[in-house]
């Protein structure tokens, strides 16, 4: 079944670390862009950053300098990883995988991020 699982989200304070999971399945991360997204309550889902299909990375401006996104070919999982959290990030976040040739798209459900003191 093609889908895309993420995981990680949870309750943390701010300060703290937290790396996300998206888990691919019959989706070989080589072939497609899988991005990270967020949406805080009553706001617009925004771009975070993205793995390409080809090992390069880019970041939405806003978060340049506090994630690093990556990717495990052998487990086809990208990951998104928080060094200092801020109450900002709040939000659920949903991964994305995207072909750079069709118009072909998928998102995950989202794992929600409660940063809070």
């Known amino acids: 079944q093609v889908q895309l699982v993420e995981s990680g989200g949870g309750w943390k304070q701010p300060g703290e670390s937290l790396r996300l999971s998206c888990a691919a399945s019959e989706i070989d991360i080589n072939e497609y862009d899988i991005s990270w997204y967020r949406q805080a309550p009553g706001d617009q889902r925004e771009w975070v950053a993205t793995?390409?299909?080809?090992?390069?990375?880019t970041y939405a401006a806003s978060m340049e300098g506090r994630l690093t996104i990556s990717g495990d070919k052998a487990k086809e999982t990208v990951y998104l990883q928080f060094d200092s959290l801020k109450p900002e990030d709040t939000a659920v976040y949903f991964c994305?995988?995207?072909?750079?040739?069709?118009?072909?798209?998928?998102w995950g459900r989202g794992t929600q991020v409660v940063v809070s003191s």
């Open positions: 994305n995988a995207a072909s750079r040739y069709t118009t072909w798209t998928m």
């Open positions: 793995f390409g299909s080809g090992g390069s990375t």
